[in-house]
C-alpha cells in the first residue's frame, strides 16, 4: 500500500556532508511519521532519527545528535536525512520507514553510505 524509495547515498571523506531523501507513494495520506535506520556491516539495524507528520516532531539517536537533521515536506510525501561531520563509524546502509501505525510498517531498500578516514 505504501513503496518507498530512498536516494542519497553514496562515498564521502570524513568530515564531509550528505543528503538522504526517501520519497513515499501509494496510501501516502495514512502516514502519520517516518523514520531513519541505519546498519552496519555485522551489526544489528539501529534507529537514527523520526520525525512526525503532524507537528514535526524530531527524535535523535545519542550517536547523531547534532550532527544529523531530519526533515519533511509532506507536499512531496518525501522524507530528508542531513548528515554533517560525518564519521567512519556512520557507514551503513541507511533505510527508511513509513509508520502508518505500531504494528503497520514499510521498509525502503536501503542507501548505502561509506565514510572514508
Known amino acids: 500500500q505504501v513503496q518507498l524509495a530512498e536516494s542519497g547515498g553514496g562515498l564521502v571523506q570524513a568530515g564531509g556532508s550528505l543528503r538522504l531523501s526517501c520519497q513515499a507513494s501509494?496510501?501516502?495520506?495514512?502516514?502519520?511519521?517516518m523514520a531513519w535506520f541505519r546498519q552496519a556491516p555485522g551489526k544489528e539495524r539501529e534507529f537514527v532519527a523520526r520525525?512526525?507528520?503532524?507537528?514535526?516532531?524530531?527524535y535523535y539517536a545519542d550517536s547523531v545528535k547534532g550532527r544529523f537533521t531530519i526533515s519533511r515536506d509532506n507536499a512531496k510525501n518525501t522524507v530528508y536525512l542531513q548528515m554533517n561531520s560525518l564519521k567512519p563509524e556512520d557507514t551503513a546502509v541507511y533505510y527508511c520507514?513509513?509508520?502508518?501505525?505500531?504494528?503497520?510498517?514499510?521498509w525502503g531498500q536501503g542507501t548505502l553510505v561509506t565514510v572514508s578516514s
Open positions: 501509494g496510501r501516502t495520506f495514512s502516514i502519520l511519521g
Open positions: 520525525i512526525t507528520w503532524s507537528g514535526s516532531n524530531t
Open positions: 520507514k513509513a509508520e502508518r501505525a505500531s504494528t503497520l510498517v514499510t
